[in-house]
């Protein structure tokens, strides 16, 4: 998959590709000097005119607005125009060399994103999301909690499934209900596995008047600088599952 060069209105500013990090998972260095990302969804036209939902592409940044990852989602054309936000679908995460870094899988549930199946004991409804880097290397997981409809919550883990945070939301999320927040930011808060310490955020960010238009996301997720750069890749992650479950609203 080639690295995206240029966007509208001039050159990709890529941030310089950190040196000195042995033993770290391949393109993953650049995490190692972060302690937050800004992702932005690219508005497709033809998706604004049309209403046909297109594959979803998004730039992953830093603070300071440098290029970190480009973001593009590889689903099937039929499951995106009939199972919407509950489509399956494999993330490719690349640098800007064009290499695949890391790779986000999330299986195709017919009731997954429903809080009350969820809630009422039905695991296998739980939307998941797994987490490779390098691909075919799995660091992490991310799977929707048992915390009922109007509060939506997740659990990031490692590979074998032992919990490392929680995220929890606040407000309708869970019931589905978009369009309460199309005019607001939203927040879901990290915590410790053990609930005690806040150790980080991932929130839904306005996007304007044009973006209000159609499901184009932005978002930031913050984490501790010294966090293991494994377990940034898996919040990236839980960011996505987050924007598809609640804000990957179909216009038609």
């Known amino acids: 998959m080639a690295a995206q060069t240029t966007q509208p209105g001039g050159q990709v500013q890529w941030m310089s590709k950190p040196e000195g990090h042995s033993g770290c998972p391949p393109g993953l260095e650049y995490l190692t000097q972060i302690d937050q990302l800004l992702i932005h969804q690219q508005v497709d036209l033809f998706e604004v005119l ?4 297109v594959s979803n592409r998004y730039a992953v940044k830093n603070s300071v607005g440098q290029q ?34 890391i790779r986000l899988s999330r299986e195709f549930k017919c009731w997954a994103g429903c809080g009350c199946f969820c809630c009422a004991g039905n695991d296998c409804c739980a939307s998941e999301m797994t987490i490779e880097a390098p691909v075919g290397t799995i660091v992490g997981r991310v799977k929707q909690k048992k915390t009922g409809c109007c509060y939506p919550g997740f659990i990031v883990s490692d590979p074998e499934g032992t919990p490392i945070f929680n995220i929890n939301g606040l407000g309708c999320c869970g019931m589905g209900c978009q ?12 915590y410790s596995a053990d609930m005690q310490h ?28 010294d966090l293991d750069v494994k377990v940034k890749a898996s919040m990236l992650g839980a960011c996505f599952l987050i924007d598809y479950m609640f804000f990957e609203i179909n216009n038609k």
């Open 50 to 53: 049309t209403g046909w939902e």
């Open 179 to 190: 369009n309460c927040f199309c005019t607001d930011d939203v927040e879901f808060n990290v």
């Open 68 to 101: 970190v990852f480009f973001s593009a989602e590889e689903s099937d054309v039929c499951m995106r125009q009939c199972c919407g936000n509950n489509r399956g679908f494999v993330m490719h995460i690349t640098d800007n060399a064009g290499q695949e870094v």
């Open 198 to 225: 806040e150790v980080g955020k991932i929130s839904k960010q306005w996007a304007g008047c044009l973006r209000g238009c159609t499901d184009a996301s932005n978002f930031g997720v913050s984490f501790p600088m």
